[in-house]
């Protein structure tokens, strides 16, 4: 039977955790997380030893990058297991798991926001071809991300001749979410919240296994007026953390901005950028994109992109998208990244990785750290750290087609224009294309045979994914074909018949 949803300190709601429990904490990086919930989840934790042995779950990466959002949990005890999308904004959860102190799962963004659902609704998981001839595919580890990490939670199968991967359901016991208002009843509605997120799933996951749901919101309210604002009904909450403002910023980089919730007709939120190879790279993977395409872009780099098409006009032609559930507007960037500035419509982030996986985006632009000969590329690992692939592996899967930008080399790299040639001022100490990758997140292969076009945009040489591999294409003006492209790759490319030169719209 229904029982009213209480209203209490965090401190108490918490103490209902178990020990054991699998907790599913909404958000992204900090959009949406409540991160007073798991302060006091750590808090408590430090002070009284329990709850211990937790399985955490999370789609999207929620952190700073030191010491908020899931970086508060960080703790030997605390922790038995982390299934998770991204890792990279929350080093401390990274380190216990490169520790082989936890066990620990990187899958798929998109996945895990889908298996949610699966999992409020008792369905025995998610069946996809997302991972398949990944690192997460069993075949090649399924995911694990350490000796200690043994139970398998992703398994190959065969529907009607052909592969496929089932993400298995878990139970879910608990579910750590964030709105903006709750009325008396428990009801919660989300206005100044940047971003939907999975929080009813997460809350219908949680309640159907028996467990309990905590809420985090801004202000509690007589009452909802109206039923359509309601993002998760008082039936689905146990507890309601009224925080009064305190630790509900509406991102980890600011306070509150009215352009996040807010549409209009504006461009906002992006200032021309200075020539720099991010502005060649960025304005050379714009001209890919055509007039009236759905598009998403990747952080870092890609972000180039927008400000490119802001300044050349072309950003009300084109509709970004964010797999947080934003569409249309200016995706924002750093710690505010998840959101937008001045977007057409915010829905679930579920129900955006609905539209993506069957194909909904007309071309993907996205990051890469490491690219090899048969064009797979490794956006999880770097030399220090596991950062994950979030929602890089739905996106690269399923976008019509896609865009790796990144530069040649890394580690120090600076470059100038001079007489409209290129000159690499400092070579960066790295190369992007090496023999093996650590982890392959986008397999080059597959895409060929699922019919994707594939480029791979760097500051001075533009390549084409074939059936021979990586083929060269453009070059920009001044770069020196042998001692400044091939010289520093660990395989040799194809090339073209003709190799243009590379195209600079906005330079």
């Known amino acids: 039977m229904r029982a009213p949803a209480k209203i209490t300190t965090a401190r108490e709601a918490i103490a209902a955790i178990p020990s054991g429990a699998t907790v599913a904490v909404s958000g992204f990086v900090g ?134 991967l089932r993400y298995r359901s878990i139970p879910v016991h608990v579910g750590l979410i964030r709105a903006t208002h709750a009325d008396a009843r428990g009801n919660l509605s989300m206005e100044k919240e940047g971003l939907i997120g999975e929080v009813l799933s997460i809350a219908q996951a949680a309640r159907n296994h028996g467990g309990i749901v905590i809420a985090q919101v801004e202000q509690v309210v007589d009452r909802i007026i109206d039923p359509k604002a309601v993002r998760v009904p008082g039936i689905l909450v146990d507890f309601i953390v009224d925080s009064a403002g305190e630790m509900h910023d509406q991102t980890f980089g600011e306070t509150f901005n009215q352009a996040f919730v807010t549409s209009a007709d504006q461009v906002a939120g992006i200032e021309p950028i200075d020539f720099s190879e991010r502005k060649i790279i960025g304005s050379r993977a714009l001209a890919e994109i055509g007039d009236g395409e759905i598009v998403n872009l990747g952080i870092g780099l890609p972000e180039a992109v927008a400000a490119v098409a802001a300044e050349t006009g072309r950003l009300s032609a084109i509709t970004l998208t ?159 074909l042998q001692t400044q492209i091939l010289d520093l790759m660990a395989f040799r490319p194809t090339m073209a018949d003709e190799i243009r030169n590379i195209r600079m719209p906005g330079i």
């Open 31 to 164: 959009a949406g997380h409540p991160e007073m919930l798991t302060h006091a989840l750590e808090k408590r934790f430090l002070e009284t030893d329990s709850p211990r042995d937790l399985t955490l779950y999370y789609c999207a990466g929620q952190g700073d990058r030191v010491a908020r959002g899931l970086n508060h949990l960080a703790h030997p005890g605390l922790l038995k297991r982390v299934i998770g999308g991204h890792w990279n904004l929350a080093p401390k959860l990274g380190k216990l798991a490169l520790n082989n102190a936890i066990e620990a799962y990187n899958l798929p963004q998109g996945v895990l926001s889908v298996l949610l659902r699966e999992i409020a609704a008792k369905r025995p998981g998610v069946f996809t071809k997302i991972g398949l001839n990944t690192f997460m595919d069993p075949r090649n580890g399924g995911g694990k991300m350490n000796a200690r990490t043994r139970e398998s939670l992703v398994e190959l199968i065969f529907l009607d001749g052909e592969e496929w």
């Open 322 to 480: 964010l797999e947080a559930g934003p569409i249309g507007g200016v995706p924002a960037s750093g710690l505010n990244f998840g959101c937008s500035h001045y977007p057409e419509a915010i829905i679930d982030q579920p129900s955006q990785f609905d539209f993506y996986d069957g194909g909904g985006i007309d071309i993907a632009v996205l990051g890469a750290v490491e690219i090899d000969a048969e064009g797979s590329v490794n956006v999880a690992s770097f030399a220090d750290r596991f950062a994950g692939v979030g929602g890089f592996t739905n996106i690269s899967h399923t976008a019509q087609r896609v865009v790796f930008c990144c530069t040649f080399t890394a580690g120090g790299l600076e470059v100038a224009m001079q007489r409209e040639e290129l000159k690499i001022v400092h070579e960066g100490k790295y190369s992007k294309f090496v023999d093996r990758i650590q982890h392959v997140c986008f397999h080059g292969p597959s895409a060929l045979a699922r019919g994707q076009q594939i480029l791979y945009v760097t500051e001075r040489a533009v390549f084409e994914l074939t059936s021979e591999g990586l083929r060269l294409i453009e070059i920009a003006q001044g770069i020196d």
